[in-house]
């Protein structure tokens, strides 16, 4: 057990670009989160998969940005055009579903500066 | 999901017990109470859960008091790597996670 691992763990990116981020989760765990998380807040809830189910979308998930998890494993985070207040921490995780879940288990984020 | 309130910072001295506040007054019966912790630059990391009981692991104890309308997370002999963003969160078990702004931990030596 590797962990979560996530791809690139910086980004620097000019404004208008897109940009894509990979997350492998702990291979066993069905359920797959993206968060993002700006300095001094806590992690903001963006969207979440159950196998290759894409199950919620916070409202922060604006049109530019698309999530997908093919065949349940890993996940992409893509994100169009992007703008100066795109700039945060991504970080996924990944927890087990039975019922109830034991925690999630997160990565080390992707860090995206958009300048 | 309940909402918490923490306080935004706290300072404990090396070597001695941490005590982390928690109030989820609006809590409901199948909402579990669910630590985490977060280093700076680093993804948070889960600590412990419980849903009425305390409970023990090798990071930490959580008390939950009777009405469950608040809860302690307890890190028995703080160490300066302790220095973190606590989070407490309750929610049901198989929902999303939704984090507040946590308390600060600072470990002084």
């Known amino acids: 057990d590797t962990g979560v691992s996530q791809d690139p763990r910086h980004k620097i990116t000019k404004r208008g670009q897109n940009v894509t981020f990979r997350c492998d989760p702990i291979?066993?765990?069905?359920?797959l989160y993206w968060y993002r998380q700006t300095l001094g807040q806590g992690p903001e809830f963006l969207t979440y998969?159950?196998?290759?189910?894409?199950?919620?979308k916070s409202r922060l998930l604006s049109d530019r940005f698309s999530a997908e998890r093919p065949k349940g494993s890993f996940s992409t985070l893509e994100i169009q055009r992007t703008e100066q207040g795109d700039s945060a921490m991504y970080l996924c995780a990944s927890s087990l579903d039975q019922g109830v879940d034991y925690g999630y288990t997160f990565g080390s984020g992707t860090r995206l500066t958009v300048v | 999901d309940a909402k918490t309130t923490q306080p935004p910072s706290m300072d404990c001295a090396e070597g001695r017990a941490a005590n982390l506040p928690c109030n989820h007054s609006t809590i409901s019966g199948n909402e579990y109470v669910y630590w985490y912790r977060q280093i700076h630059s680093q993804g948070p990391q889960y600590i412990i859960h419980?849903?009425?009981n305390n409970e023990t692991n090798e990071m930490a104890s959580l008390i939950i008091t009777e009405d469950r309308k608040s809860s302690t997370l307890i890190l028995p002999h703080a160490t300066l790597r302790d220095t973190a963003v606590y989070y407490c969160i309750v929610r049901t078990g198989g929902f999303k996670t939704i984090f507040g702004a946590g308390t600060r931990l600072f470990v002084k030596a």
């Open positions: 998969f159950q196998n290759e189910a894409q199950l919620e």
């Open positions: 291979s066993e765990h069905n359920r």
């Open positions: 419980g849903l009425k």
